[in-house]
Nanobody
Framework: QVQLVESGGGLVQPGGSLRLSCAAS????????MNWHRQAPGKERELVAS????????DYADSVKGRFTISRDKADNTVYLRMNSLKPEDTAVYYC?????????WGRGTQVTVSS
């Protein structure tokens, strides 16, 4: 069974940095996307960043472009989200997602709070 476990969330001051990790296990898929989504209270869940297993290409939401970086350690089956210059509006629960044709898997999420 596919398991996605996020970690690295916490409280950080505005302008600070944080790195989230997603440990993935239980799959042998060759082609898929690993994504980070986030959801703030009262708001819709949004796609933050995506990375393709096929060619390593990445994509980012406009709101985080230039500040966040998604990467993958293929040997360790871990996906990371490096977040710099954090803003209060980045406060949300961040979810790791594995997406392939016909299937989507989610982690439980990790809370990121940006506040003084």
């Amino acid at each position: 069974q596919v398991q996605l476990v996020e970690s690295g969330g916490g409280l950080v001051q505005p302008g600070g940095s944080l790195r989230l990790s997603c440990a993935a296990s239980g799959f042998t898929f060759r082609t898929y996307f690993m994504n980070w989504h986030r959801q703030a209270p009262g708001k819709e869940r949004e796609l933050v960043a995506s990375i393709s297993s096929a060619d390593g290409s990445t994509d980012y939401a406009d709101s985080v472009k230039g500040r966040f970086t998604i990467s993958r350690d293929k040997a360790d089956n871990t996906v990371y989200l490096r977040m710099n210059s954090l803003k209060p509006e980045d406060t949300a629960v961040y979810y790791c997602n594995l997406l392939r044709r016909g299937q989507s898997y989610w982690g439980r999420g990790t809370q990121v709070t940006v506040s003084s």
